[in-house]
């Protein structure tokens, strides 16, 4: 009736035409309940005048905003003004608050129906990027070992994505860099744009985070059955429903996050970012001489430097698709 209801209301705009209620007058809402909450579109009204309320103003124009209320003890159903309630009843805003309250409920029955059985295989794609984020972590903590100074140089560099170094200006180049504070003695060259910032990121958390998470939905798994999740969801109380709406919800936001930063950490690694960082860390220019390279297939890792000597890095389980 609910869905009728409004229905009705959207394609003529006149709650007060719907067969099944009343537009008698009331002067008691005491144990009236709230059905549902309307708008009405006032271009559709006769002359745009608002809906006459059977609280307040039966017979003039009153309201856009309305409440479908039943009326247990007339056994009847009315639509009212939003706002209209409060004028005749003391108590009213206590049941607009049980509304707000069953609404939200059936809301979240809602997204637990829908969403609760889907669990297991958010629970899998969380174990993929857990496995990955494990694997990215051993490589980054090997990096932070190995060429602590190197990993360092590379942060700071590629902070702003823009791959730079300054380049004295000498006598015969010619260019004169003029800035408020006078003469400039250097200019910036700017190489490209880089990424992978996550490769030399000074924290890596995402696998304990993930685990976390992990952790936190496996509570709330009843298998991939509805019928089994439906009644899962039937015995839990409102706290347990609440809080496995949200971790669903987060776990999704989370687990996007994740996978944006486990490809940044990978695409360090792609050809052309790798040849980018050589043509930075090579230059004339630069504060630190290095060479990367990718070797067998993707496996290997390697770093040289005239200052720190030569360091390799298994690459074997975070599997570059090179
Ligand atoms: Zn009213």
Redesign the pocket.
């Known amino acids: 009736m609910i869905a009728s209801f409004k229905d009705h209301v959207r394609k003529t705009g006149q709650p007060e035409t719907y067969s099944l209620i009343t537009t008698k007058q009331a002067f008691d809402l005491d144990n009236a309940e709230i059905l549902a909450e309307f708008q009405v579109d006032r271009k559709k009204r006769e002359d745009l005048r608002a809906v006459p309320?059977?609280?307040?103003?039966p017979t003039s124009p009153?309201?856009l905003a309305g409440y479908l209320v039943w009326f247990p003890q007339e056994r009847v159903i009315r639509a009212?003004?939003r706002?209209?309630g409060k004028?005749i009843n003391e108590k009213w805003d206590r049941e607009q608050y049980a509304f707000k309250k069953r609404q939200q409920q059936e809301a979240r029955e809602e997204y637990l129906e829908a969403n609760l059985h889907l669990l297991p295989n958010l629970l899998l794609d969380y174990s993929a990027e857990l496995a990955r984020a494990d694997a990215q972590e051993t490589v980054w903590l090997a990096m932070r070992r190995e060429n602590p100074a190197i990993a360092q140089y590379l942060r700071s560099g590629m902070r702003s994505g823009y791959l730079s170094v300054s380049e004295r200006l000498n006598s015969r180049s010619g260019i004169a860099m003029t800035t408020s504070a006078g003469a400039s003695k250097f200019r910036e060259v700017r190489i490209g744009f880089c990424v992978g910032q996550s490769f030399v990121a000074s924290k890596n958390e995402l696998a304990k985070k993930l685990k976390q998470q992990l952790e936190m939905l496996s509570l709330f798994d009843f298998g991939n059955e509805p019928n089994r999740c439906f009644l899962a969801i039937c015995d839990m109380t409102t706290a347990e429903m609440e809080k496995a709406e949200r971790a669903i919800k987060r776990s999704k936001v989370v687990l996007d996050q994740a996978r944006s930063r486990l490809d940044d950490f990978e695409s360090f690694f792609s050809s052309q970012n790798i040849d980018l960082i050589n043509q930075w860390a090579g230059h004339p220019s630069s504060e630190l001489n290095f060479q990367l390279e990718i070797a067998n297939n993707g496996n290997r890792f390697k770093v040289r430097s005239h200052e720190f000597g030569y360091t390799e890095i298994d690459l074997t389980t975070i599997s570059l698709t090179q």
């Open positions: 309320c059977p609280i307040c103003s009153k309201y009212i003004g706002e209209c004028r």
